[in-house]
């Protein structure tokens, strides 16, 4: 039995929201590098004052010193860097999703191996489309990420690229080892997943990438 699956428009909606997150994170880099120098300044110059003008604050012993700086810093920690990790784990959050979707995809599982195929855009702005086949015999392995909602297939595939109206191959090529991602923003994932798992005879990965890690066993899909 064939089965094909198109993207549910609202997921594919979700999934460019966090493609705009993941923009977001990336132009906010210059500033938690900035943050990070700036929380390390104000560990060490504080720390350098107190050591070499020690005469000035009555500081009779070496205990005495590292006592007093050992204070300051842990102070300085607190309201110094707290902030500043919060603020970088707001922004990481921003980031922890896919870069992109794949235009007017389509997935097809046939008895024997599946084809996948969708439209993108290079890094000189040409649309291409690109299609990838791969026999379920050739699968090792399937990992389930939870969290990027994506499922990542460890296998045998051939990738066939076509000009931009999809009628004319313009490269080909067979991948011994690697492996394909598929983002499921699919109208129905669950039957895509437990399809796939049972024509390749590779039961499925949960992994949680917030848990780190962490892989679970393989086991009856969860949605």
């Not at 890094?123 to 990027?148: C, P, Q, R, S």
């Amino acid at each position: 039995m064939i089965k094909e699956y198109t993207p549910d428009p609202r997921k594919v909606e979700e999934f460019e929201a966090r493609r705009k997150k993941r923009e977001q994170f990336q132009e906010k880099k210059p500033i938690r590098r900035i943050l990070y120098v700036i929380g390390i300044l104000a560990l060490i110059l504080p720390a350098m004052y107190f050591y070499y003008n020690r005469d000035e604050f009555n500081v009779r012993s070496i205990e005495e010193l590292f006592v007093n700086i050992f204070a300051m810093e842990l102070l300085i920690f607190f309201v110094v860097w707290t902030p500043i990790i919060i603020y970088c784990k707001m922004s990481y959050g921003l980031g922890g999703f896919p870069p992109y979707y794949r235009n007017g995809e389509t997935l097809v599982l046939y008895e024997d191996r599946l084809k996948n195929g969708f439209s993108y855009v290079d890094d000189n702005g040409k649309e291409w489309y690109m299609v990838y086949e791969i026999k379920y015999t050739d699968i090792k392995d399937i990992l389930h990420d939870i969290v990027f909602e994506n499922l990542k297939v460890y296998c045998k595939a051939d990738e066939a690229i076509y000009d931009r109206g999809g009628t004319t191959l313009c490269s080909k090529k067979t991948m011994e080892k690697g492996n394909i991602i598929f983002y499921l923003y699919f109208n129905d994932n669950k039957d895509f997943l437990e399809t796939l798992s049972s024509r390749s005879g590779v039961q499925i990965r949960r992994y949680n990438r917030n848990k780190r890690g962490r892989r679970s066993r393989p086991g009856k899909l969860r949605f």
